[in-house]
């Protein structure tokens, strides 16, 4: 580039201080890696923010999903798995003890299942007033004040044949 220039001014009849030019062309060269390096950086900091808001944004619609599954909000399944996190309970196992209930509920619903009998034996109600299956998380909520009566060993019992983790137990 710095020949270019030279080349340029050389043509124009112009005297080249060469201690100058090489200063000139030094800066701009400097100035141009660095800002090179500073739109790598830009373009890696976007691409960092796109990639956890694609995960937040999947974390929700999933967390959307289930909490439809389980005829419950976001923000009760939030909830819910923010307190066995704290307990140190995995998401996966949370997952699956809240699936599994959700199941257990709907068999009892139909009539079916041993957990139709678990659920009889507490005096849980698998359907509300008018027929229609209630949500999990309102079955958790009588679950919870039946296990509270209950001694340890018999709520784990209880809880591992509808379906919830054992080690959820402190939970409730």
Same mark, same amino acid.
């Given at each position: 580039?710095?020949?270019?220039?030279?080349?340029?001014?050389?043509?124009?009849?112009?005297?080249?201080?060469?201690?100058?030019?090489? !200063?000139?062309?030094?800066?701009?060269? !400097?100035?141009?890696?660095?800002?090179?390096?500073?739109?790598?950086?830009?373009?890696?900091?976007?691409?960092?923010?796109?990639?956890?808001?694609?995960?937040?944004?999947?974390?929700?619609?999933?967390?959307?999903?289930?909490?439809?599954?389980?005829?419950?909000?976001?923000?009760?399944?939030?909830?819910?798995?923010?307190?066995? +996190?704290?307990?140190?309970?995995?998401?996966?196992?949370?997952?699956?003890?809240?699936?599994?209930?959700?199941?257990?509920?709907?068999?009892? &619903?139909?009539?079916?299942?041993?957990?139709?009998?678990?659920?009889?034996?507490?005096?849980?109600? &698998?359907?509300?007033?008018?027929?229609?299956?209630?949500?999990?998380? +309102?079955?958790?909520?009588?679950?919870?004040?039946?296990?509270?009566?209950?001694?340890?060993?018999?709520?784990?019992?209880?809880? +591992?044949?509808?379906?919830?983790?054992? +080690?959820?137990?402190?939970?409730?």
């Amino acid at each position: 580039m710095g020949d270019v220039i030279k080349e340029f001014l050389v043509g124009l009849g112009f005297q080249i201080d060469e201690a100058g030019l090489k !200063n000139f062309t030094d800066g701009i060269t !400097n100035a141009s890696m660095r800002a090179a390096v500073f739109g790598a950086a830009v373009t890696a900091a976007a691409g960092a923010a796109v990639a956890g808001i694609y995960s937040v944004a999947k974390e929700t619609e999933q967390l959307d999903l289930l909490a439809q599954r389980l005829g419950s909000t976001a923000a009760e399944v939030d909830e819910f798995s923010d307190v066995a +996190e704290l307990m140190g309970i995995g998401s996966e196992k949370t997952t699956e003890s809240l699936k599994a209930l959700n199941k257990t509920v709907n068999e009892a &619903a139909l009539g079916v299942g041993r957990g139709k009998v678990i659920l009889e034996k507490l005096g849980i109600a &698998a359907k509300d007033s008018s027929g229609k299956v209630r949500s999990t998380t +309102e079955v958790m909520a009588d679950l919870q004040a039946k296990l509270a009566t209950m001694d340890r060993g018999q709520a784990m019992t209880v809880m +591992e044949k509808l379906g919830l983790d054992p +080690e959820m137990v402190r939970m409730f």
